[in-house]
């Protein structure tokens, strides 16, 4: 049993920076690869990132590479998302997802993960 929790959101002006944390609880935490996922109003809940188990790869949406960073602290069960050049487009509920496994697949579809925290709002104004 993982528990997530997100915290980091906020508003912030367009070109602006934010950084996105997801506590988890749980023992194995190493053995799950960690997602992170946005919901805009009236839109589907769509991948933003991946960070694998194992720490050393990680995939982006076409959306986001190049401007988000995704990280983790397997020492402080936590997950993060750096967020650079905020755009409007990115203003969504952010939610991180944790999935048990062993494989280097870049699970991008929300309904393969195990665990979710409850999300976080990112408001990006023009």
């Known amino acids: 049993q993982v528990h997530l929790v997100e915290s980091g959101g906020g508003l912030v002006q367009a070109g602006g920076s934010l950084r996105l944390s997801c506590a988890a609880s749980g023992r194995t935490f190493s053995s799950y690869s960690l997602g992170w996922f946005r919901q805009a109003p009236g839109k589907e809940r769509e991948f933003v990132a991946i960070i694998m188990w194992s720490g050393g790869t990680a995939y982006y949406a076409d959306s986001v590479k190049g401007r988000f960073t995704i990280s983790r602290d397997n020492a402080k069960n936590a997950v993060y998302l750096q967020m650079n050049n905020l755009k409007p487009e990115d203003t969504a509920v952010y939610y991180c997802?944790?999935?048990?496994?062993?494989?280097?697949?870049?699970?991008?579809?929300?309904?393969?993960?195990?665990?979710w925290g409850q999300g976080t709002q990112v408001t990006v104004s023009s």
């Open positions: 997802a944790a999935k048990s496994t062993s494989s280097y697949s870049p699970f991008v579809n929300s309904n393969q993960y195990d665990y």
